[in-house]
Every structure is written in structure tokens, then in C-alpha cells.
């Protein structure tokens, strides 16, 4: 009897236990990212490794805050944050006359770039039409034109950015220009 217990209770902890290590919804340039750390582990390729490995623990802290990571966009602002990072590190080297170091960062900014390019986003041309044309509603529906309005119209469920691959920053620069302009 004593032992029909202790199975039984052995039965129910296997059967609650949940797999930590899956997430649901990880951007397939993540997947690419991963297959390629693999690569450069075997090449031994430690510019690349270093690279791979510090996007992939950003996307890994992300995903513990309130707005992980789920889609290639978000995976791309990340990437041209680290871009930027490594460029102004560069050209502090550059000023320090540190040429290995600065050396070092232009390689993880061309590595960062091969990336970077891999994500496709609507065109400049594009984005332009579409603000141009949310704009020109909301004149019509004779809203006052500001730029919270017209991002929030473009994003908003239902908007005319909405799941487009466009990115927000991009997109808030040329509503700036167009605000201005109008």
C-alpha cells in the first residue's frame, strides 16, 4: 500500500511538468541567428560568435519583460540598437588611436548589417504614400493634423500600417515631415 502511494504520486508530478525551455512565438530571423551561432561555434569564428551570442541574451532578456521579442521588426530595431552601439564605440576608438579595437567593431557592425539586411520592410516610397494619404483623411475628416494622431490612426488596429512590415521610427520621422509640411 505504502508503495501504490508513492507511485501514484510520482505519476501526477510527471504529468504537471512543463517544458521551460520551448517559446511559442520566436521570430524566424531568431532561427536563422541560432543555426548560424552552431556554424560559427564549429568555424570558430569569434567575431561572429560574439555577435550571435550577445543578440541572442537580448531577445533572451526580453522575453522576461512585459515586451519580448516576437517578430523579425522588433529583432531588427534591436539589431540596428547594437549597430549604432558599435559604430559609436568605433569611432571612440578611432579617437583613442586604438585601430585593433576599432578594427574589431566595424567587423561586428558589417556582421550586424548581414543581418539587418535579411529582415525586409516596406520601402521609404511606401511609407511616405501611406502617410501622405492618412494625412489627407484626416484633413478631410477635419481632424487637426499632429503626429500623435496621424501614428496613432497609421498603427491603430485597423490602420493602414497595421502588421505591415514597417518600422515606427522610420515611420515617425517622415509623419514629422509631413505634419511640418502641412
Known sequence: ???????????SLRSVRWNSSSSSSTPPLMAKIRSDLKVAMRAKDTAKLNVLRAIISETNNAAKTSSPIQTDLQLLSLIRKRMAGAKEAAQQFADAERPDLKES???NVTILEEYASQVETMSLDDVKQVVS???????????????GTLLKS???????????????AEVAKIAK???AAA
Open 105 to 107: 567593431e566595424e567587423k
Open 1 to 11: 500500500m505504502f508503495r501504490a502511494q508513492r507511485f501514484t504520486a510520482q505519476l
Open 177 to 179: 515631415e509631413a505634419v
Open 154 to 168: 497609421l498603427f491603430a488596429p485597423g490602420g493602414a500600417l497595421d502588421g505591415k512590415p514597417a518600422e515606427r
Open 133 to 147: 494619404q492618412e494625412t489627407s483623411k484626416l484633413k478631410e475628416a477635419g481632424q487637426k493634423v499632429e503626429i
